[in-house]
Nanobody, 112 residues
Framework: QLQAFGGGLVQPGGFLKLSCAAS????????MGWYRQAPGKQRELVAS???????NYADSVKGRFSISRDVAKNMVYLRMNSLKSEDTAVYYC????????WGQGTLVTVSS
């Protein structure tokens, strides 16, 4: 299963680091992404990391978010800096095609 954690309430301009643990058989973190779903909006891919290729970011988070993987620990991370109110959403991890079972996600609320 995929379990995202590390969310919480943060003030605008603050930072958070999200973690995603992939456990059980059948999970590979070679091609992983972080997604988010804001209230009333569709889920969107905001960051992806592909082994041997590199990383990619949505324009809305480019320069502020950073995705990384720890293959030995089967973990994926998302460092989020300079957070804005529009970053408020439930954040999920999944492969870049979104074909693994979705976990519950972790809520990030950016508010003063």
């Amino acid at each position: 299963q995929l379990q995202a954690f590390g969310g919480g309430l943060v003030q605008p301009g603050g930072f958070l680091k999200l973690s995603c643990a992939a456990s059980g058989s059948g999970f590979s973190i070679n091609e992983m992404g972080w997604y988010r779903q804001a209230p009333g909006k569709q889920r969107e891919l905001v960051a992806s990391a592909i082994r041997g290729v590199g990383v990619n970011y949505a324009d809305s988070v480019k320069g502020r978010f950073s995705i990384s993987r720890d293959v030995a620990k089967n973990m994926v991370y998302l460092r989020m800096n300079s957070l804005k109110s529009e970053d408020t959403a439930v954040y999920y991890c999944n492969n870049i095609r979104g074909t693994y079972p979705w976990g519950q996600g972790t809520l990030v609320t950016v508010s003063s």
